[in-house]
């Protein structure tokens, strides 16, 4: 993915299969979206985009990268989506994680989520 491709992904806005993070500080909250796009039609999460659509992006190092990596373990079955850097005029990086979805039932800490629009639900038994 390119800037170009990832300005155009972000006027779209939040919605069912796109979630935007100012951070990776807030991972948790991306795993259960993460969780709920692979129990649906997957998407997209990008960290370093705040909730309006800003692009301010975040500095990404191996530890940030690892930090992602052990949260993304917290999903089960495991999960592999596809996680690339865009690089941004500030010298700031946008994370995007690319979802696949309609895989089966995964769950994020024992708990089964889905996604309703832009916000992410218990899914019902």
Do not use: W
């Not at 979630?19 to 795993?31: H, I, L, N, S």
């Not at 592999?80 to 994020?108: H, M, Q, W």
């Amino acid at each position: 993915m390119n800037l170009q491709q990832l300005k155009k992904l972000i006027t779209a806005g939040e919605s069912e299969n796109l979630e935007f993070k100012a951070t990776t500080g807030q991972r948790t909250a991306a795993m259960k979206a993460v969780c709920g796009m692979l129990n649906s039609l997957g998407g997209f999460v990008l960290f370093g985009v705040t909730d309006k659509g800003e692009l301010r992006g975040q500095d990404v190092n191996t530890n940030t990268m690892e930090t992602l990596s052990a949260e993304l373990s917290r999903i089960d079955p495991p999960a592999f989506p596809d996680v690339e850097t865009v690089t941004l005029e500030n010298g700031k990086s946008i994370i995007a994680l690319r979802v696949p979805g309609g895989g089966g039932l995964y769950t994020y800490d024992g708990r089964p989520y889905i996604r309703a629009g832009p916000i992410n639900r218990f899914m019902p038994r």
